[in-house]
């Protein structure tokens, strides 16, 4: 809904999310949900990502930095 930027973020957060699951699954030893780690972690990717890089790129664009 916003840029590649918080796609990115949100797939990358979404596959720390199945690592940190498959992680717990070898430390647990027993089913676990993989669904509810991964989307939170994912979400929190997204919404950090919409409120602070977004608008911290798009002042650099407008400043003149190039990254």
Do not use: E
Request: proline share 4%.
């Amino acid at each position: 809904m916003n840029d590649w930027t918080s796609l990115g973020a949100c797939i990358v957060g979404v596959l720390f999310g199945l690592t940190a699951t498959i992680l717990m699954l070898a430390i647990y030893r027993r089913a676990l949900p993989a669904l509810p780690i991964s989307l939170t972690i994912g979400m929190l990717f997204y919404f950090v990502t919409s409120l602070v890089v977004t608008p911290y790129v798009l002042a650099l664009s407008l400043v003149g930095v190039q990254t």
